[in-house]
């Protein structure tokens, strides 16, 4: 059996990857055998660690060394002076906000206050070996439930854990498998959605890519509990290495004789399959899901029938999300209580949450339900880049809306988001700054779902489309009094009479900018000003005479001639020719060029 | 795959080959590796030590480097940091005393104390 006295863990997560980290892969393996330590040191490709920021990343074990931003050139020096001398390479470990720098991972900042459970193998396994998975007492929930459990005790430990649907919507999960559990039918399905659409969303692609087999596992225990020996993973096809990875998973798992027939010798049958989706926004919604995979067009159907009762192919169905799937399996191995006593009353566990946008530690975190936004943004997130202000965090993507400053510290469960107008989502979290425009954010996520609408009902197809029209005239400086009330009264009527979850929700990020930021609506259309300076049409570029020097960058710049001046005298723009680029502001050393 | 025993035996065999990647709160044997350490002989004491750990199924010990101890001219080096006790460090140590430390210090928690720093120079003065 060959130990390897030291691991070499490199991140495969998309993020990585897209910044060379196979190249990296490639050179540790070179030079670890240059070396001689080929017998000694391994290298392993793992799933995402979370804190993308600071990719590529690199951890060594034992010492537990987290070494950020790696580069090609840089593993010789690794390999050379940690691995075979011992000696850490100081500068290139991760030093976030902290002054000193930190040796291990489980100090620093930003994994101090997670909670591990649905990424608790990401990073850590190898997602393309099954034994390491099973190492880490994987497929032990699905051996226990097949051999100790019955069917309903199964459901009933789910039900006690408190498990709610982590795809956005928060339905217990252990309510829907008894709904269908509950049908008489010859067959029934498990569907897992992965068809992860939010703009900047990514916490579905790094748990397949990290842990795939948590997912088949679950999937299996989900069929036992519901009577179902069938399942689909409904996966886009924009993530090629989950997709890999799945398949992968897949066939090792057939191997192993964990999918097939006669798991665990128990007579009990249960096999997976992938489908993957074209891309349409729409598909995540599950009746529409549903409809793809028969091969139908992605459309969704009013409810009831729910899919519990007539789901695909008109066979009674469960559809749960990927990060739901990922803590059932530590729900049965560690019991409902250990689930339950984490989190608020009404939202138990975890939550997994991408965050993006204005904050220092872009990334993947998991965090017990109650954590406050503060406590994300500031110890976890490492706060706003450019000490700038923080302004708004947005939650659920397009379904969505946008958290002020004013509630910074409402603890993150379901119920609390639903009352002050945003919603949990299915874990998108853009931090935005001073310098984002409310007003456009807006336009932007209604841009997204006027697009991604499917069009099959009116108040959706339609409705959406004319809020969209109002907003464009508003940032645009052409808003008319009374706009703001329009948007209010369509937002309302399209929640209340659109026909999938997408409709009832695409109002939210502009209702719940009306409701916290009226007055830069006002200012949009009333004073024809973007507070923010952001809205082209509503600022203009100004040289402040007492600082310009005459120094000609700007005028070099501007690729429209509107800059013009005699050396070492203050230089003038032409508002008529200027097409507000902001090519003169970067080039500007003395700060001489303001957006009013 | 047929039943939970077999499930374990797989579990077992690759934790052997994983588990320093969980969090240890167990011994902690480190080698000093700097080039000084290197050139005395370091490496096979190293691997002496890995081995001998593995094949113990000693899974809450972890061996790693360090860079130079200090003490040069007694390399190879090795110190045993175990939780709530003093750390021991041997001196001179080759691949054929690792079989008696892992033994008797790691296993049986007694320090072989004719390897240690304090017996050599005490009795090479």
Known sequence: MDIFRSHVLVCGGTGCTSSDSPKIIDKFNEEVSKAGLDKEVKVVRTGCFGLCEAGPVVIVYPEGSFYSHVKVSDVPEIVSEHLLKGRIVQRLLYQGDQKDVEMSLDNIGFYKKQKRVALRNCGVIDPERIEEYIAFDGYKALGTCLTEYTPQQVIDIIKESGLRGRGGGGFPTGLKWQFCANEKNDQKYVICNADE????????????????????????????????????????????????????????????????????????????????????????????????????????????????????????????????????????????????????????????????????????????????????????????????????????????????????????????????????????????????????????????????????????????????????????????????????????????????????????????????????????????????????????????????????????????????????????????KCIKCGACITKCKFGAIEKK | MKSLQELEAIRNKTLSQIDIRKKSEGTRIVVGMATCGIAAGARPVLTALVEEVAKRNLSDVTVSQTGCIGACRLEPMVEVYTPGKDKVTYVKVSPDMVGRIVAEHIVNGNPVTEYTIGYHEENTK
């Open chain 1, 197 to 576: 659409g939010d703009p900047g969303a990514f916490m579905d692609r790094s748990v397949l890519e990290g842990d795939p087999h948590a997912v088949l596992e679950a999937m299996a225990i989900a069929g036992y509990a519901i009577g179902a020996n069938m399942g689909y993973i409904y996966v886009r096809a924009e993530y090629p290495i989950a997709v890999k990875r799945l398949e992968i998973a897949i066939d090792q798992a057939r191997e192993a004789g964990l999918l097939g027939k006669d798991i665990f010798g128990t007579g009990f049958e249960f096999d997976i399959d992938i489908r993957l989706g074209a891309g349409a926004f729409v598909c995540g919604e599950e009746m529409a899901l549903i409809a793809s995979i028969e091969g139908h067009r992605g459309e969704p159907t009013p409810k009831p029938p729910f899919p519990a009762q007539k789901g695909l192919f008109g066979k009674p169905t469960i559809i749960n999300n990927v990060e739901t799937f990922a803590n059932v399996p530590q729900i049965i191995l560690n019991g409902s209580e250990w689930f339950s006593s984490m989190g608020t009353e009404k939202s138990n566990g975890t939550k997994v949450f991408a965050l993006g946008g204005k904050i220092n530690n872009t990334g993947l975190v998991e965090i017990p339900m109650g954590t406050t936004l503060r406590e994300i943004i500031y110890e976890i997130g490492g706060g706003i880049p450019g000490g700038k202000e923080f302004k708004a965090a947005q939650t659920g993507g397009p379904s969505g809306g946008c958290i002020p400053a004013s509630h910074l510290d409402t603890p993150i469960d379901y119920d609390s988001l639903t009352a002050i107008g945003s919603m949990m989502g299915s874990g998108g979290l853009i931090v935005m700054d001073e310098d984002n425009c409310m007003v456009d954010v807006a336009r932007f996520f209604l841009d997204f779902t006027v697009d991604e609408s499917c069009g099959k009902c009116p108040p959706c197809r339609i409705g959406t489309k004319r809020m969209l029209d109002i907003l464009e005239r508003i940032v645009a400086g052409q808003g008319q009094d009374g706009d703001i009330e329009k948007l209010e009264q369509l937002g309302e009527n399209i929640k209340n009479a659109a026909l999938c979850g997408l409709g009832k929700t695409a109002p939210n990020p502009v209702l719940s900018t009306i409701k916290y930021f009226r007055d830069e609506y006002e200012a949009h259309i009333y004073d024809k000003k973007c507070p923010a300076g952001h809205c082209k049409a509503l600022l203009n570029y100004v040289i402040d005479k007492s600082k310009c020097i005459g120094c000609s960058a700007c005028a070099k710049v501007c690729p429209t001639g509107a800059i013009t001046g005699k050396i070492k005298e203050p230089f003038e723009i032409d508002q008529s």
